[in-house]
């Protein structure tokens, strides 16, 4: 398997056990940044009640379709997908759901990201956004910390973010919170819900 990741081994029981609570009635969702595709792998067959539309940037996309050739019938073709090309080729979904991309773009990206989820997510569908993130700008950990300095040590755009900040640009783009789950390993799963 290309680009396959430790952490998503790690962190997909405990993603699915809210992801089972918070997507119950919903019929299909995008993911955003799905990148090795073992997310979409493990949680299509966990939850096929969902469609599950895996997407990722140009340069990486061949590597996810080819990990996604045994995936589950729920599972379509991936998209490609850019969040910082607005509008997005895509149609609109129920759900989304992001893992640990947040902190890997830069705060342009992230505001387009949010941007992008106001325009393709359906009225009433919620957001879903797992990964590291700071509170009243200040890291919830040591751990966390190290992380931030290690992703700005690779590149000086990236960094955990500042939910307050990930909220103000939800709410800018007509979704409202919902909830904010803790999660292992000092993580969080933010869900958000478009007005309307």
Known sequence: MKNYSESCERNREPILDVLRQELAETTDVLEIGSGSGQHALFLSVELPHLQWQPSERPKLIDDLRGNLRQAAENVVP????????????????????SANTLHIMPIEAVADFFAGVGQVLLPGGKLCVYGPFNYNGKFTSESNA??????????????????????????????ELLNDHEMPSNNRLLVWRKIG
Not at 80 to 91: F, I, K, N
Not at 154 to 173: H, M, S, T
């Open 146 to 175: 190290r992380f931030d300095r290690g992703l700005k040590e690779k590149d000086p755009e990236r960094g955990i973010r500042d939910f307050e900040q990930l909220n103000r640009f939800a709410e800018q783009n007509g979704l």
């Open 78 to 97: 991936a998209a490609e997908l850019d969040v910082t090309r607005l509008p997005w080729a895509v149609e609109s979904f129920a759900a989304i759901f």
